[in-house]
């Protein structure tokens, strides 16, 4: 479990605002996308185990790159463009048809008819998450959607968190983040804000001892704060 801090057991309705991240958090994108890496090494004979990768998860390829590592192990250059192109296609491709992470829907309408403003913080580009948002009919949730472009740095950064809520006029103090990796949650803590994390299968294998609470299901994360 993540460590325990006298901020950390608040209940959720003690937040003026709660954020989100979005791939992870919203929908399991980041399976289909890591399996596609996988693919791409393994077509080069070498594996990507989830320890080294997820170092990118939450930020980007500035932070640690699978290009690169691919480009260190084989000791070659390669067409990315064209590699994109495919990986695109293949991640489109399983996350044809997903919805939202089990536990997210009752999560958001929990909040929601507790009037608390919500709002989605990401790394990845308004064309991604906002798509994916109307197609699952979820931006009526969120008062703002803050991503890559919004703010000078994205996470681990603080900056857009710290945009979020600007935008959402509350303290920083007084703001819950959910989030699914390390780079998310110190991105978080860096703002000055609650961390709580609820990893998955692309995360799991991570410490979160750096998260303010730690939750193995949106289920569990609604059962507390629906007892708080």
Not at 98 to 106: L, M, Q, V
Not at 119 to 139: F, I
Not at 202 to 207: E, G, K, N, Q, Y
Request: with cysteine; charged share 20%; net charge negative.
């Amino acid at each position: 479990m993540g460590r325990s801090t006298p901020q950390s057991t608040l209940p959720a309705a003690a937040f003026d605002a709660v954020l989100f991240d979005f791939d992870g958090i919203i929908v399991d994108t980041e399976w289909a996308i890591y399996e596609s890496w996988c693919k791409t090494f393994h077509a080069h004979g070498h594996a990507l185990p989830l320890e080294i990768y997820t170092r990118c998860i939450g930020s980007d390829f500035a932070t640690w790159s699978p290009k690169t590592h691919l480009e260190e192990l084989t000791g070659g250059a390669f067409d990315w463009h064209e590699i994109d192109q495919i990986r695109n296609g293949e991640i489109m491709r399983d996350l044809e048809g997903a919805g939202a992470i089990p536990g997210i829907p009752e999560l958001l309408a929990h909040f929601r008819d507790a009037r608390v403003p919500l709002a989605v913080v990401s790394s990845s580009s308004h064309r991604w998450v906002d798509g994916w948002l109307e197609k699952l009919q979820l931006v009526p949730l969120f008062a703002t959607t803050v991503c890559r472009g919004d703010a000078p740095r994205i996470k681990p950064a603080p900056d857009l968190y710290l945009e979020a809520a600007r935008r959402l006029g509350v303290e920083p103090s007084a703001t819950l983040v959910i989030e699914d990796s390390l780079n998310g949650v110190r991105s978080a803590k860096a703002a000055g804000m609650t961390a709580w994390a609820v990893p998955n299968r692309v995360t799991a294998c991570l410490d979160f001892s750096e998260a303010d609470r730690l939750f193995s299901s949106f289920a569990e994360m609604l059962q507390a704060v629906a007892a708080g």
